[in-house]
């Protein structure tokens, strides 16, 4: 099993910059992708960047060019490094792996989320 955990939220004003960490623990084989997701109040929650174990990364066009992710295997953390932030960027922000874990001996892929962390951008 895999456990996430998150930290680098907070306030901050329109224009400035954040970064978020999220390490995984627990008991792996391997962790695949690595993402990072969003929800607003009354929204639903949106994919904001993600990577690949390979580093290959994607991101919506709301966040293209002021976001970036990047990931350290040794370490088995992922970051969000987050610039030029907007109130509407205003979200509980999730980590979300997938994680192959040996049972036996058969690998098995999991899902797993963090508990969120709250960025919040005044204006």
């Known amino acids: 099993q895999v456990q996430l955990v998150e930290s680098g939220g907070g306030l901050v004003q329109a224009g400035g910059s954040l970064r978020l960490s999220c390490a995984a623990s627990g008991s792996f084989s391997s962790i695949k992708a690595m993402r990072w997701y969003r929800q607003a109040p009354g929204l639903q929650r949106e994919l904001v960047a993600a990577?690949?174990?390979?580093?290959?990364?994607n991101y919506p066009d709301s966040v293209k060019g002021r976001f970036a992710i990047s990931r350290d295997n040794a370490k088995n953390t992922v970051y969000l490094q987050m610039n030029s932030l907007k109130p509407e960027d205003t979200a509980v922000y999730y980590c979300?792996?997938?994680?192959?874990?040996?049972?036996?001996?058969?690998?098995?892929?999991?899902?797993?989320w963090g508990q969120g962390t709250q960025v919040t951008v005044s204006s």
């Open positions: 979300y792996c997938n994680a192959d874990v040996l049972s036996g001996t058969r690998l098995f892929e999991y899902q797993y």
């Open positions: 990577v690949t174990s390979a580093g290959r990364t």
